[in-house]
């Protein structure tokens, strides 16, 4: 007897998590298209087309611009293998999990590799990021988070990246939950090269990850002695495929394009500087509203919170789990657990791409107070609801 | 003024080339489903069925069976990362691009790579596998391609896996386009390790590498003295997702999860013997039309030819480019050119999953021969096709 299995129906859910977030469904129709070869000219044109539009997103001039066959990690692993080999040293930038990850991707690459902390929920300090120049020598890059999923710190970069370029070293970033949602100039801060997801506020599924290299960083895979450890992610042969030769590497995962050129198409319609406003703005009404329900968010420093990515301390004697299983059993509505050293002690709730609105705001306060209540606490839902909406009417939006 | 961009709506097309091939609705319409967290229990059902229906297809018990979230050429990669490390000794056996491509990988992970060479076009003979142990030793791995995606061979496995196992070295296997297309028995045939690719006889689209490890790639991959090459392919992380744990590693793309599920339990439903009988049925039919024609397939002996992906050699004094072009605009068909050495020497059709059917084998060899027309060659069609359908009638299917 075989094994029935059941047809594929998913249950309603809302998501709020650190991503993936919701997607609209002109990407979801999109990405059912039915496919073209990977290398027929009319997909190549469509290729085209979201190199051009991601070149937008990330507001560069990059020729380099291009979406990885893989999600975000693989992102962040294409620029360390691309741009680190044996012997050379790196400062990477460690206050959240995805430093760590950057961390032993570069000691992987069989670079020296010099910690930069921070404690977890603030920013690196760029003086210290100067004093590591200082006491070290030969430095090729400095790497660091621009958006901290883990603890929803947005980590200033300019000065951090004047620091590199007076130490001739190359400054690379992750704007995993960055781009698209909070500002992000890649040519005007000097960043040589960066690398993102796109299940977050891109509000594409997940599978691939745009990155992009500036000149220098391209400079340096050039004038590289060894092969890039990994064949699957060496740019030096995939910017064949992406630039003009067009020569096979790995068959493009089409579909997948197909999702990203229109996800990106919605990001190019509302405008970078509309699209910012509209993620701060629903940022700082959820934000009012936790803290009139007398909850605390992660990070202390306003200046230092990212819109996207907002976490919130869990109290004292709140379960994590029940909280969180009451919210996807009630309303479907999935927000994620702490993540790390964060673990049980924080909610990250995502408010990227199409989860950044103010109905699920609104909504989102009250289950939250629902949520608090059936656990025997309290929660001012009345207080957090109206700080929320003193927000928005703030605003002309 | 914005550049204005147009709706996706991709033209027609029929896709009989090296993949990726067509995929049916039910996968399209799967992938366009709204999206699980990649934590939500609900999503991780969906996994697990995942890799219980790719284990079926493998035709495996391996416990470690799962889509890599990369194309088949990632699969590759995290075959040969995890299993090699640097000063290890792999024998790899190379006859097309697929298997340079896997020399190359081998090299990078820091192996020592001893080559065992065919022609292209020939399968690899197992003395020479012999041969290359007797004169080395401490060999950990043998690398091999079942099927040879640049050339149409489809190599036989039982004899070089008793080689290995006499020798003690594990059996590496890309069976990126046989998985689901002809016979593959990863546990009867004693392999140790293998990878495929979605976009082949799956019939889905590009952006996952199903891969399985058996018990002694286990044992190899736990004994490693260092870190795998690459962060984003370990499997000892990975594992540890897609196992009991169910620990956070990487986003997994669920959209392409939702289709790779729906695509294997297409090959489920249909059942392994009847797909494969199905396959070779149409590869029959329309290499018994393309002889009839005239033309010759490039792999001479009839024993060692893929059914999903047949070489047809390019007559002296066609042109290759103006009989592709002809079949993709007036027919919406695309077959694919030659790769490597077989550049302008050989149409490569892909008659897999979705794209191998009577229907297709038809159109084809009609549209084949009015491309050979219009280029002023002559076409013997009514003989092709009579051919064709003198092998369909011989079945009762």
Redesign the interface.
């Known amino acids: 007897m ?2 029935e ?1 059941k047809q ?6 809302l ?1 709020l ?1 650190p ?2 977030v ?2 609209s469904p002109r990407v ?11 290398l ?1 000219h ?1 997909f190549l044109d ?1 290729a085209n ?1 979201t190199m ?2 991601l070149r937008y997103a990330f507001q560069t001039e990059n020729r380099m611009t291009l979406p990885m ?6 992102g ?2 294409t620029v360390m ?1 691309n741009l680190l080999e044996p012997g050379d040293s790196a400062i990477v930038c460690v206050s959240g999990v995805f430093g760590q ?1 950057l961390r ?2 570069a ?2 690459c069989g670079a020296k590799v010099i910690s930069v902390e921070a404690p977890w929920g603030e920013i690196i300090d760029p003086e210290k990021v100067r004093e590591a120049f200082k006491n070290n020598s030969n430095i090729k890059l400095v790497a660091i988070v621009h958006a901290e999923t883990s603890t929803g710190v947005k980590q200033p970069l300019e000065e951090i990246s004047r620091i590199a370029k007076e130490n001739d070293a190359l400054l690379v970033v992750d704007a995993v939950t960055s781009l698209g949602g909070t500002d992000l100039k890649i040519d005007e801060w000097g960043i040589d090269a960066c690398y993102s ?1 796109t ?1 977050k506020a891109l509000s594409c ?3 691939l990850s745009p990155v992009t290299f500036g000149k220098k960083a391209i400079e340096a895979l050039n004038n590289r002695k060894t ?7 060496d740019l030096s042969m995939i910017q064949n495929y992406w630039g003009q030769e067009r020569t ?9 394009i ?2 990203l ?2 996800a990106l ?1 919605m990001v ?1 319609e509302e405008g970078l500087e509309e699209r910012f406003k509209r993620h701060q703005l629903n940022s700082d009404a959820f934000v009012a509203g936790v803290e009139a329900m007398g909850l605390k968010m992660v990070v202390k420093n306003k200046e230092h919170r990212l819109p996207t990515l907002n976490a919130v301390s869990i109290p004292e004697g709140v379960e994590d789990a029940a909280v969180r299983k009451y919210l ?1 059993e009630k309303y479907g509505i ?1 927000i994620g657990g702490g ?1 790390g050293d964060f673990k049980g002690k924080a909610w990250r709730v995502g408010l990227m791409g199409e989860s950044s609105s103010r109905n699920n705001v609104i909504l989102l306060l009250g289950a939250l107070g629902d949520a608090f209540m059936a656990q025997g606490h309290r929660a001012d839902v009345g207080a957090a609801i109206t700080a929320a909406l003193n927000v928005y009417q703030k605003t002309s939006r």
Do not use: C
């Open positions: 075989k094994k299995y594929l129906a998913p249950d309603y859910r998501l998590g991503g993936p919701e997607v979801l129709n999109a990405m059912s298209k039915p496919l073209y070869g990977h027929d009319k469509i087309e051009e539009l066959s893989g999600t975000g990690s693989a962040m692993e293998v990850r032993d991707m000691g992987r997801g299940q599924p997940p599978g092969k890039v450890n990994s064949w699957y992610l096979y590497h790995h068959t493009a995962p089409i579909n997948m197909y999702g050129r229109e198409l190019y996807l999935e993540l």
